[in-house]
């Protein structure tokens, strides 16, 4: 069976841009990787296919396509690597974390799981805003979750409520967090502040990146950097981020902050604390976890088409699950 992993991190922190530089390197080292986009953007394997705009499963499904075969979702990542996009309904129109519901159905009616693949990378939007979207670590489809993460506030905040997500569907399966990835302006600057954050929620930092040029120049051309230059010594430090990948045993489940000590935590952290007279706001009383289907679970028969819209009456209780 392949190894799956789950990628999550705060919108704009290179999550998408981590994993498919990390896809094209393990395929550079004779790994087999199926990258799975699971935003509405569509753009986890930009610099991976030649296909553009990329095929997506709801796009399919919205033109009412049944019957579905490999060769329809999966499209050619290069050498090794193989890539599927989820997409989206429209902006503005219907539940988008509804799709991957459906993905993983269609996922099994291909047996896509038994094609021999090294590792099945998910590619998830931003935080765990909603059942939709954890639904690769809730349903036990991936079993390893990464958080990408730099130093800044509203990062190691969003990296903090993907931890309450897995420790609260670590109780129900299999998942379990494998590390934070901190993708960093200035590496002396930050590297202590995500360590002792690291070891506040009980997790480690796999692997340190830094920001370099020529991952933007590869990005500006739809490539990934050890296609794009081989030889650039930074394709070094992406097989250290593959080496450290595969070789992290260090699966566990962690340990979050409650907002309240988040706050405290953070504040004390970057050293600036509550201003005077501050209060801090009683906690809301615990409630259970909340186990079955989101309001995203149901099977969309034809796809992205308004009437998604009425799936907002179909809420359910949410009731201790907002991480």
């Not at 209780?317 to 907002?322: I, K, L, N, Q």
Request: aromatic letters at 8%; a negative charge; one cysteine or more.
């Amino acid at each position: 069976m392949p190894r799956s992993l789950a990628f999550y991190g705060k919108g704009g922190v290179g999550k998408s841009t981590i994993v498919s530089n990390l896809t094209a390197t393990l395929a550079h080292r004779g790994r087999r990787v199926l990258q799975v986009g699971c935003d509405p953007k569509r753009d986890s394997s930009r610099n991976l296919i030649k296909t553009f705009p990329p095929i997506t499963l709801m796009d399919l499904l919205a033109a009412g396509r049944t019957g579905l075969k490999k060769p329809d979702i999966v499209m050619d990542g290069g050498p090794n690597v193989e890539c599927i996009e989820v997409g989206g309904p429209k902006p503005g129109v219907g539940c988008a974390g509804r799709g991957l519901g459906r993905l993983f159905e269609e996922l099994e009616d291909m047996n896509i799981f038994d094609e021999g693949y090294d590792y099945i990378f998910y590619d998830v939007l931003g935080d765990v805003v909603c059942g939709g979207f954890a639904v690769p670590m809730r349903s036990g489809y991936a079993e390893e979750v990464y958080v990408v993460t730099s130093g800044e506030f509203m990062s190691l905040y969003a990296a903090n409520n993907i931890a309450r997500g897995i420790q609260n569907y670590a109780a129900e399966g299999d998942v379990r967090m494998g590390g934070l990835i901190a993708n960093v302006k200035d590496l002396a600057y930050d590297r202590d502040l995500i360590e002792q954050f690291a070891a506040r929620i009980g997790t480690h930092v796999v692997y340190y990146l830094e920001w370099n040029k020529v991952v933007y120049e590869a990005e500006r051309r739809r490539q990934t950097v050890v296609r794009y230059k081989p030889d650039d010594p930074f394709v070094a430090t992406l097989h250290g981020l593959a080496e450290a990948i595969e070789a992290n045993r260090r699966i566990h489940i962690p340990q979050p902050m409650a907002d309240d000590e988040l706050d405290a935590f953070l504040e004390t952290l970057f050293g600036f604390p509550q201003p005077e007279g501050a209060t801090v706001a009683r906690p809301v009383s615990a409630v259970a976890p909340v186990a079955g289907p989101s309001c995203c679970d149901a099977s969309p028969s034809a796809g992205t088409g308004d009437a998604d819209s009425l799936d907002v009456l179909r809420l359910r209780s949410f009731a201790g699950r907002s991480f």
